[in-house]
């Protein structure tokens, strides 16, 4: 029992999908659940529609007709202009347009769920018709009815023992099964979605309730490099990953595979494939049990344009507990990510993320209680596994205005030179 996930990049033209499908054939079409993202770009396509939607602009019919125009661009290089899959997409395209002319819903989250959902609908009928065309027999299905959530949206909760109880009792795994990754529903057939890397988090939830042998999710580069190319001109392929040294890399920051993916593959050991749908021969990076890191090497994770905060009382007196927990209220309510904490006797710093741009609303209400240095647009690079040639590789990039070490991470906050 073997579960594949593509994600968007690979099937985002005909050409992609073709390449998709000879990957299935030459890897075995039974005993395989096969999970599939959203065209190309297609989910930042569809999230300009709820834009569109949600705020009544003139815009919505032009956006609509972009995503229509795209999938049958693509299928004009699959299919001859009679054949049925047409006709299945136009019945996907009308279920999108009913729901946008009958809806009364206010509520964001529930609407973005609603429609961003068509997206991994379009795809998996798109690349099941083309698998049936080309003679490779597969069961389509609509992950709706077998993964079940709350009505959290946009960030849904599995039911794992009713999902567990519809999987393993209708889902009929010993063939080619075609599916959605990210969407689910909830007890009232409503569409939910299952947050950040949902898709991953799908193929770990058909593992976990199938027993599965392994999860492989396909991907543009050759597995998980020991650092981001576009940052660091020499990388290594990390051969093997431990669980617990994925989930340490992914809680810095890396994009390894998100910790919610990892959980249940862990727990009955199931183990994770990164590999690459360009060389799809290729071994690619293994996720399992055991050694935590081959090669054993230092691993680099950076974020950019970060906020350096340092805050002190204005009467120099001790940053003590009550003072520290009113400032993480204040970051959590302001939606500011804490990616690094370091604190003295009179000063409290943080590294921060204003993924929601809230950080100056943060700063407005904190100014009249403390003293606070602000400096914007730096990096934090991390480093699991470090040694000083590795310390010495970030330090030359910029200024350091902090580091924090712990036994086997080093962490360095650099102003960027102009040149880097």
């Excluded at 032009?62 to 004009?76: A, D, Q, R, T, V």
């Excluded at 093997?240 to 990892?262: C, D, N, R």
């Excluded at 309510?333 to 993924?355: E, R, T």
Aim: some cysteine.
């Amino acid at each position: 029992m073997k579960i594949f996930k593509f994600g968007g990049a690979s099937v985002k033209d005909a050409a992609s999908v073709k390449n998709v499908t000879q990957i299935l054939q030459s890897e075995g079409t039974e005993n395989t659940v096969v999970i599939i993202s959203a065209m190309g770009k297609i989910t930042n396509a569809f999230e300009e529609v709820i834009e569109a939607y949600y705020n009544k602009t003139d815009a919505l019919s032009e956006k609509l007709g972009i995503i229509e125009e795209y999938h049958k661009n693509l299928m004009s290089n699959l299919f001859d202009d009679e054949d049925e899959i047409y006709k299945e997409i136009d019945i996907l395209l009308g279920e999108l347009s009913w729901f946008l002319a009958r809806n009364t819903s206010q509520r964001y989250n529930y609407v973005y769920d609603q429609i961003i959902c068509f997206g991994e609908l379009l795809s998996t009928k798109i690349v099941s018709a083309y698998l049936t065309k080309i003679g490779v027999e597969n069961t389509w299905f609509d992950v709706r009815n077998y993964i079940k959530t709350d009505s959290n949206y946009r960030d849904a909760k599995v039911d794992w023992e009713l999902t567990q109880e519809i999987i393993s009792t209708k889902l009929d795994a010993s063939k080619l099964n075609i599916t959605q990754g990210f969407i689910a529903a909830n007890d009232t057939e409503n569409t939910t979605t299952l947050g950040r890397e949902g898709s991953d988090y799908t193929a770990g939830i058909f593992a976990y309730c199938l027993d599965a042998e392994s999860v492989t999710i396909w991907k543009d580069v050759p597995g998980v490099l020991n650092a981001d190319p576009r940052v660091f001109t020499d990388t290594t392929l990390l051969e093997q990953i431990s669980y617990e040294e994925a989930i340490e890399m992914a809680f810095y920051g890396a994009s390894v595979i998100h910790p919610k993916t990892l959980q249940p593959l862990e727990r009955k050991e199931i183990p994770l494939l990164v590999r690459s749908f360009v060389n799809p021969k290729e071994k690619g990076t293994s996720v399992t049990k055991g050694t935590r890191l081959v090669p054993y090497i230092p691993c680099f994770i950076v974020k950019k344009d970060q906020i350096l905060v340092s805050i002190s009382a204005l009467d120099f007196s001790f940053m003590v507990e009550n003072n520290i927990s009113y400032i993480f209220k204040k970051l959590h309510d302001y939606q500011l990510k804490v990616n690094l904490i370091q604190n003295s006797a009179i000063s409290f710093s943080v590294c921060i993320d204003n993924k929601f741009n809230k950080f100056n609303e943060f700063y407005e209400e904190l100014k009249t209680q403390f003293k606070i240095e602000v400096q914007k647009g730096v990096d934090l690079f991390t480093v699991r596994h470090f040694d000083d040639k590795a310390i010495e590789s970030i330090e030359e990039k910029g200024n350091s205005l902090l580091t924090q070490v712990n036994k086997e991470t080093i962490q360095i906050v650099l102003k960027a030179n102009e040149n880097n």
